[in-house]
Nanobody, 126 residues
Framework: QVQLVESGGGLVKPGGSLTPSCAVD????????IGWFRQAPGTDYEGVSC???????KYSDNVKGRFSISRDNDKKMVYLQMNNLKPEDTANYFC????????????????????RGRGTQVTVSS
């Protein structure tokens, strides 16, 4: 059974930075692509970024150029470096494998969610 646990959220002022982490408890985490998603109260979740087994990355248009995803397979960790944060980035951020447990991001985020964590709250406010 795969488990994902996020940490590293918090309160930050506009223009600030945060780097949430995702710990992936899986036998072969290096086989899978991992995505970051976010969900604000009263809204559906949206895809933020995805990283493939080979380290190829994909971003949503509203975070491109500000966010950077990375992974450390030895540590079974996936990170989301978030810079120049805006109030509209406020949300619960969670990581997830895709519904087909693929190794790439070609069908992300439309493919849907597989195993996911509960998330870490990011609040951007002055």
């Amino acid at each position: 059974q795969v488990q994902l646990v996020e940490s590293g959220g918090g309160l930050v002022k506009p223009g600030g930075s945060l780097t949430p982490s995702c710990a992936v408890d899986a036998i072969r985490v290096d086989w899978y692509s991992i995505g970051w998603f976010r969900q604000a109260p009263g809204t559906d979740y949206e895809g933020v970024s995805c990283i493939s087994r080979r380290g190829e990355s994909k971003y949503s248009d509203n975070v491109k150029g500000r966010f950077s995803i990375s992974r450390d397979n030895d540590k079974k960790m996936v990170y989301l470096q978030m810079n120049n944060l805006k109030p509209e980035d406020t949300a619960n951020y969670f990581c997830a494998m895709d519904r087909t447990y693929s190794d790439n991001c070609r069908r992300w985020p439309e493919v849907g969610l597989g195993a996911r964590g509960r998330g870490t709250q990011v609040t951007v406010s002055s």
